[in-house]
């Protein structure tokens, strides 16, 4: 948590993860119906077996297979029992693993590229109109250039970062002038 108050970009991409949420409820659901119903299948079929008792025993024993972090632990006590089993945690695996999962994980990247592009847009759409503004400010009342005593103040205000120092803006206010001229030569006619 730390580190996310820290960083601007975490705390954006954090906030875009948390705004595409919506997104993949479905498919979020989708997952959870599939890993209901092989618990509730567990249940039915493995009876009697520790691993299946309860729904929490089979939900907890389900989730373990889906996140594959001790997975022997839950199919071998079925298997020993029953050699058939294989083919339910087989099809468990198949559907929920490789195929939910992956649509999950595809359904969050969409989301969050959904995300990540309309505020690239916003930031755009920002910039270009402040300096639209910031144009207009320059240029004065129904002007369409900016001259060179406006873009002079301009560039020794920008270039010296608020601190007025004499000499430096000198030196700043002959760096405007052949900074124009670069402009006004500028062969693309931007």
């Not at 479905?26 to 009876?47: H, N, Q, R, Y």
């Not at 077996?49 to 199919?75: H, I, K, Q, Y």
């Not at 910031?134 to 002007?143: D, K």
């Not at 560039?155 to 803006?169: L, Q």
Request: proline residues 3%; contains cysteine; positive net charge.
């Amino acid at each position: 948590m730390v580190v996310l108050a820290i960083t601007k970009r975490l705390r954006e991409a954090a906030g875009r993860v948390g705004c595409s949420i919506p997104k993949v409820l479905d498919a979020l659901a989708a997952l959870a119906l599939c890993v209901a119903a092989f618990v509730w299948l567990g249940m039915v079929l493995f009876a009697g077996s520790a691993r299946f008792d309860t729904w929490g025993e089979a939900f907890a024993s389900m989730w373990v297979l889906f996140t594959t972090a001790n997975c022997p632990d839950v199919f071998v006590v079925a298997l020993n029992q029953n050699r058939g089993a294989f083919l339910f945690f087989a099809v468990y695996l198949v559907s929920s693993l490789f195929l939910l999962n992956n649509v999950l994980l595809a359904a969050v990247y969409s989301a969050y590229r959904d995300q990540l592009r309309a505020s690239v847009k916003a930031m755009h759409m920002n910039r270009r109109e402040a300096l639209g503004r910031a144009f207009a400010l320059l240029a004065g009342p129904g002007g369409e250039r900016i001259d060179a005593a406006a873009w002079a103040g301009f560039f020794v205000v920008y270039a010296s970062c608020g601190r007025p120092d004499r000499s430096r803006a000198r030196l700043e206010r002959s760096r405007s002038f052949a900074v124009l001229r670069l402009f006004e030569n500028d062969p693309s006619g931007g």
